[in-house]
């Protein structure tokens, strides 16, 4: 596998040739090691697979113009998953081997990171191995950590086009609690009104607002944006703390937008975006425009419909620094 990927492959498809692989085994994690990609052996009774003892993340690795490879805010997406390991009672990773597990597997797979606009897509997995199908209120003791890495170019088909977005206002992504936990639980809990969305309304997307609220949506948080101001959902458990969201709203202020977090309405959105502008943010979707909001059958056209103009600034001030272009001021990236 190398950097002849095909652009349009889907996102995540394909893999790197190396993965890492720790195990924790009776109380500690063990050395991990470097191996081909390829099926491992986990029991049939293991605590993930019946009681969801299951975390991830998701980060990338970009290569500069001059070749060097850089991982973003990777410490940030390491602190995250071992706050959704403490959430679900697994075995908390050490930070160090996490961080030492990417980087050798960046490092064995440098051929394989695109070029710019492309990324390394660094998948860090922890799932309870613990064989005992009566522990539905123990927690696993023995526990496997793999870190995967995929190149990836668009994460929506079609590349750079507004998304059409349908607000769901009954189901819940997850339970509340675990909104802030990347576990694959909740992905599983969305994918229902998801495709429900796609097949009745064309939607890339849906976004959750249940009691009308916004959250976010399966993937990516959610911004509303307008000439000199970013509002979005304050922190709370009900969803994923984005790394991109908060780059996005620590550059913000430079870019000349003030923040607005609490928490809004459908009602407020729809009026907002009468004029202003909407985006998903995330590692996958960076900043993507939206065009559409879609309500029961009604739809409502965001701004022009096209992707707003700062939506375009927000996002390519956030891909200059990724991509080296502009400084890193904040320290966000770690060379490899
Ligand atoms: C549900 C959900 N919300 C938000 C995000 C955005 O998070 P980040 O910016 O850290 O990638 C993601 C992507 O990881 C996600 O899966």
């Known amino acids: 596998m190398t950097s002849t990927t095909p652009q349009n492959a889907p996102f995540g498809s394909i893999l790197t040739d190396v993965m890492a692989i720790a195990w924790f085994h009776r109380g500690e994690w063990r050395p991990h090691t470097l191996k081909a990609v390829g099926p491992i052996e986990i029991h049939p009774a293991a605590h993930a697979l019946h009681y969801g003892s299951e975390c991830f993340e998701g980060f990338k690795a970009y290569k500069w113009a001059d070749g060097s490879v850089h991982v973003f805010r990777m410490d940030r997406h390491i602190e995250r998953l071992r706050q959704s390991a403490r959430a679900l009672v697994l075995p908390e990773p050490d930070a160090g081997q996490v961080a030492q ?29 613990m064989a005992n199908i009566g522990a539905a209120s123990t927690p696993t003791d023995e526990a496997c950590l793999v870190v995967l ?31 802030v936990v990347k576990t694959g639980g909740n992905y599983a809990a969305a994918l229902g009104p998801t495709l429900a969305a796609r097949a009745q309304h064309k939607a890339d997307q849906v976004l959750f607002c249940p009691g009308g609220e916004v959250q976010e949506t399966g993937a990516a948080n959610f911004l509303a944006i307008r000439d000199g101001e970013i509002l979005t959902r304050g922190l709370d458990s009900t969803f994923l703390h984005g790394v ?46 939206v065009g559409t909001l879609i309500r029961g059958r009604e739809e409502f056209r965001v701004g022009s419909g096209a992707i707003g103009p700062n939506t375009q600034t ?9 991509h080296g272009t502009a400084p890193d001021r904040h320290g966000w990236l770690t060379r490899v």
Request: with cysteine; charged share 20%; net charge neutral.
């Open 244 to 289: 991109t969201r908060d780059s996005l709203l620590r550059m913000a202020p430079d870019l000349g937008f003030k923040v607005d977090e609490r928490i809004f309405t459908i009602a407020e959105l729809l009026a907002w975006v009468t004029t202003g502008e909407a985006a998903l943010s995330g590692t996958a979707a960076v900043l993507s425009g």
């Open 149 to 179: 890495a995929s190149p990836v170019w668009d994460y929506f088909a079609g590349g750079a086009r507004p998304l059409r977005i349908y607000l769901e206002e009954h189901a819940t992504r997850c339970a509340s609690r675990l909104g």
């Open 314 to 322: 927000l996002r390519a001030a956030l891909l200059a620094i990724q």
């Open 101 to 129: 597990m990417v980087t050798e597997v960046i490092d064995r797979c440098r051929s394989a990171v695109p070029d710019a606009p492309g990324a390394l897509y660094l998948r860090p997995l922890l799932f309870g191995t």
